[in-house]
């Protein structure tokens, strides 16, 4: 147990809907990031938030925001669903930035999107 | 396009033998790390290496990073049939510490 939850496990939903997929970092985490998995590709950064503010941008398209909470759990909204959206979804936490010492990043077991 | 790439896509062997990957990247680095996979699961670090390192050990684990040549190899030997995964290599890029970038893994597959 990596110590960072995800949730929901699994989501299907209809092309053009909306979801919001949740993550709550380790405890004393400050960084979450998000992921996203297609079938058989590597991971694609999404965003990173450090403590409540965006930190990196990575591949994510104007249809996904995403927002990290005092509590520093994070959401990852995403809108007007395409089939090509469905995907595994991370979420990670490390510590947070500062001279690179403290750089694992420790990873939820995923939200799987399946748009239909 | 992704930092960092792994090398071979997919490798199967016998149990017992040694297992090799390789991950190339792009840009100056501060560290690499290797994650494994399990299928459909979430990623498990395994180690980090920081860019002044050349080796480093951890039980069945050996990685070499070599920054001349951008490039960095897992070795897991004694292979085990639990060792069949997916191995991604990340990289933090330098100077944007805590943004990791992906290869798109190797499907590692041990025989028993």
Same mark, same amino acid.
């Given at each position: 147990?990596?110590?960072? @939850?995800?949730? /929901?496990?699994?989501?299907? @939903?209809?092309? !053009?809907?909306?979801? @919001?997929?949740?993550?709550? /970092? ?43 909470? /005092? ?10 669903? #395409? ?12 510590? !947070? /930035? ?5 750089? #694992?990043? $420790? $990873? ?9 | ?23 190339? &990247? ?19 670090? *395994? ?13 069945? *684990? ?24 997916? &191995? ?5 890029? *330098? &100077?944007?510490?805590?943004?990791? &970038? ?5 499907? *590692?597959?041990?025989?028993?």
């Amino acid at each position: 147990d990596s110590g960072v @939850t995800q949730t /929901p496990k699994h989501l299907i @939903t209809a092309t !053009g809907q909306r979801v @919001t997929l949740r993550c709550s /970092p380790r405890s004393g985490d400050l960084s979450v990031y998000w992921y996203q998995q297609s079938l058989d590709q590597g991971l694609q950064f999404l965003i990173q938030y450090y403590n409540g503010e965006e930190r990196a941008k990575g591949n994510i398209l104007e249809r996904f925001s995403a927002q990290q909470f /005092p509590d520093l759990h994070s959401e990852l909204n995403l809108s007007s669903l #395409e089939l090509g959206d469905s995907a595994l979804y991370f979420c990670a936490s490390s510590v !947070g /930035p500062g001279t690179g010492v403290n750089t #694992e990043a $420790f $990873f939820g077991q995923g939200t799987r999107l399946t748009v239909v | 396009s992704q930092q960092g790439e792994e090398d071979p896509q997919a490798l199967s062997i016998q149990e017992g033998e040694n297992a090799t990957m390789n991950c190339s &990247y792009k840009t100056s680095i501060n560290n690499l790390q290797w994650y494994r996979q399990n299928s459909g699961r979430g990623l498990v670090h *395994l180690i980090l290496i920081r860019s002044n390192e050349r080796e480093k050990h951890s039980g069945r *684990l050996r990685v070499t990073l070599d920054t001349s040549k951008k490039s960095s190899s897992l070795l897991i030997t004694a292979s085990r049939a639990a060792d069949t995964a997916s &191995y991604f290599c990340a990289t933090e890029v *330098l &100077y944007n510490f805590n943004k990791f &970038y992906f290869g798109s893994g190797t499907k *590692l597959n041990v025989k028993p």
